[in-house]
Nanobody, 126 residues
Framework: QVQLVESGGGSVQAGGSLRLSCAAS????????MGWFRQAPKKEREGVAA???????SYADSVKGRFTISQDNAKNTLYLQMNSLKPEDTAIYYC????????????????????WGQGTQVTVSS
């Protein structure tokens, strides 16, 4: 069983920065696909960024150029560096993971992810 724990959330002013971390433990594969998702009140959960075992990344258009996803395999930790934060970035941010797929799917398809963290709140004030 894979366990994911997010940390690093908080409240910041618009234009500020936050660095989220996701620590993975348990039965984890090196080739797991990892991603960050977020959900604001009354809105659907959406993909923010994802990274595969080879370091290839994907980003939502709304965060491209501002957010950076990375991973430290030695520490089994996933990161999301968030710069130039905007009020619309306010949401609960979730870390997620899944084994490699044997079929095609969009990187942001949250239904393909098997493991989820508890979420961490990010609040950006204007």
């Amino acid at each position: 069983q894979v366990q994911l724990v997010e940390s690093g959330g908080g409240s910041v002013q618009a234009g500020g920065s936050l660095r989220l971390s996701c620590a993975a433990s348990g039965y984890t594969y090196k080739n797991y696909y990892m991603g960050w998702f977020r959900q604001a009140p009354k809105k659907e959960r959406e993909g923010v960024a994802a990274i595969d075992s080879g370091g290839r990344t994907s980003y939502a258009d709304s965060v491209k150029g501002r957010f950076t996803i990375s991973q430290d395999n030695a520490k089994n930790t996933l990161y999301l560096q968030m710069n130039s934060l905007k009020p619309e970035d306010t949401a609960i941010y979730y870390c997620a993971a899944r084994p490699p797929l044997r079929y095609g799917a969009a990187w942001y398809d949250l239904t393909t992810f098997d493991y989820w963290g508890q979420g961490t709140q990010v609040t950006v004030s204007s």
